[in-house]
């Protein structure tokens, strides 16, 4: 492990103060958002790489020039044991690992401490929490890792933007299929209790901006749902009906989502959860009558 030098974290601090300032980003989420890479930097150079995959918001500033909704924590996904010593183990030594450039930061490995995730996770999930340096700067870093998830197709390896002109993080990644699939399956699962407001954001981002295979979704779609034991609907799920959109606490729960991200919908909640209807509509009709979707989606409809 290089020991930064005090005068690169000084120079680091300033310049993404700096760029805090001109661009009007929240300072602390920055200096969260460049340990998180680093982090990811660290763990694509090391012997672990290929125990896993990056998942969850993270992803979105690889799809988005600018990340579509703030975020501080990393998701992944594990493979081999889900032991919490274990997986401890493997965070300190990414912690200690060496580096060939001198990015300012130090990550404590006395600070990492593993912990058991209850919630959401059907196979088992750790949670590692850690702290890092700038300097006398000190940011807390939080990972999440799943275990046990099916990803169709297969994953893709992507290159992590970077904040400043450090070496990028390259490790391998979910498709957005995987990450349809996966945010489809929770609104099936969890009907009118479902308060994931971030999943009807990301998805609808997802659908808006991007082109869908209608065969290679189903599959992804299809392998997520075997690999939960989730029974597939055989219609519309509460979560996208006008019954979960109309709700006035649902309602509630969107427009704070909003506030507290910072965020301005491009249509509101009723028409949000239509438009996904729209989406998913053909895929729950084709899978219960047993035929495969040959259509595309893009430009806002199957085509």
Known sequence: MIEPKKNTAASVHQRLYNRAKESGEDFNLLLIRYANERFLYRLSISEYQNRFLLKGASLFALWFAHPHRPTRDIDLLGFGSSEISEVETIFQNICTSETPSDDGLL???????????????????????????LGKARISLQIDVGFGDAVSP????????????????????????????????????????????????????????????????????RATFERRQTRFPSKLPTALTEEFSGDSGKQTQWNA???????????????????????????????????????????????
């Open 257 to 303: 989502f909003l506030r507290k991200n910072k965020l301005l919908s491009r249509s509101d909640f009723k028409d949000l959860i239509a438009f996904l209807g729209k989406f998913f509509t053909k895929i729950i009709e084709a899978e219960n009558e047993k035929q495969t979707l040959v259509e595309r989606w893009r430009q806002g409809g199957w085509r």
């Open 154 to 221: 297969e994953p893709e390896t992507v290159t992590f933007p970077t904040v400043l002109d450090f070496p990028a993080p390259i490790l391998r990644g979910y498709p957005k299929e995987t990450v349809v699939a996966e945010k489809f399956e929770a609104a099936v699962k969890l009907g009118m209790l479902n308060s994931r407001m971030k999943d009807f954001w990301d998805l609808s981002v997802l659908i808006a901006e991007f082109e869908f295979d209608g065969a290679q979704l189903q599959r992804a779609i």
């Open 107 to 133: 990550f404590k490995a006395e600070s990492v401490k593993a912990t058991e995730i209850k919630e959401g996770q059907e196979y088992g999930g750790v949670r590692i929490n850690l702290a890092a340096f």
